[in-house]
């Protein structure tokens, strides 16, 4: 397979607690999704994917505290919540598999706040940041999540 470097890339970084600090969906499959998220907006936009080794990030951070966990439950899945280590402002949600703990997918998402509830339901994952904002992602396309911004 052509991309066999770019996903043993991807993780890795995961078991490093390795990754770009910017707005990414990071696949499992090795993949990265960039793109824009301003402050408000419902869904994710002006998305560039690319190999992960061909991405060259201008800021990368390591450290992931994990501040929520999906209950067990039959799924083969398991969700992940929490911030970015040293970097307070910056949520993730994770998704791996639940035997291995092979990651399916990160997302990191600036400026949300640290996300501390999480959970599956239906074939998504529904968590909610410190900061209110609540967010919805389709587990097999979650590049097509949806989020809800607190009234100010």
Request: hydrophobic share 40%; proline share 8%; with cysteine.
């Given at each position: 397979?052509p991309?066999?470097?770019d996903?043993?890339?991807?993780?890795?970084?995961?078991?490093?607690?390795?990754?770009?600090?910017?707005?990414?969906?990071?696949?499992?499959?090795?993949?990265?999704?960039?793109?824009e998220?301003?402050?408000?907006?419902?869904?994710l936009?002006?998305?560039a994917?690319?190999?992960?080794l061909?991405?060259?990030?201008?800021?990368?951070?390591?450290?992931?505290?994990?501040?929520?966990?999906?209950?067990?439950?039959?799924?083969?899945?398991?969700?992940?919540?929490?911030?970015?280590?040293?970097?307070?402002g910056?949520?993730?949600?994770?998704?791996l598999?639940?035997?291995s703990q092979?990651?399916?997918?990160?997302?990191?998402l600036?400026?949300t706040?640290?996300?501390?509830?999480?959970?599956?339901?239906?074939?998504?994952?529904?968590?909610?940041?410190t900061?209110?904002?609540?967010?919805?992602?389709?587990?097999?396309?979650?590049d097509?999540?949806?989020?809800a911004?607190?009234e100010?």
């Amino acid at each position: 397979m052509p991309y066999n470097a770019d996903q043993a890339f991807i993780q890795q970084q995961w078991r490093d607690e390795a990754y770009p600090r910017e707005n990414v969906l990071i696949l499992g499959n090795g993949f990265y999704c960039l793109f824009e998220l301003p402050h408000g907006a419902s869904r994710l936009q002006d998305k560039a994917w690319l190999p992960a080794l061909d991405h060259q990030p201008a800021e990368a951070c390591e450290g992931l505290a994990t501040l929520g966990c999906s209950a067990p439950g039959p799924e083969p899945w398991q969700a992940l919540a929490g911030e970015c280590a040293a970097h307070g402002g910056d949520g993730f949600l994770a998704l791996l598999e639940k035997d291995s703990q092979r990651l399916i997918w990160l997302l990191v998402l600036r400026e949300t706040n640290p996300f501390a509830q999480v959970r599956i339901r239906d074939r998504h994952i529904e968590a909610q940041s410190t900061s209110g904002v609540s967010v919805c992602i389709p587990i097999e396309r979650p590049d097509q999540l949806t989020l809800a911004w607190p009234e100010c």
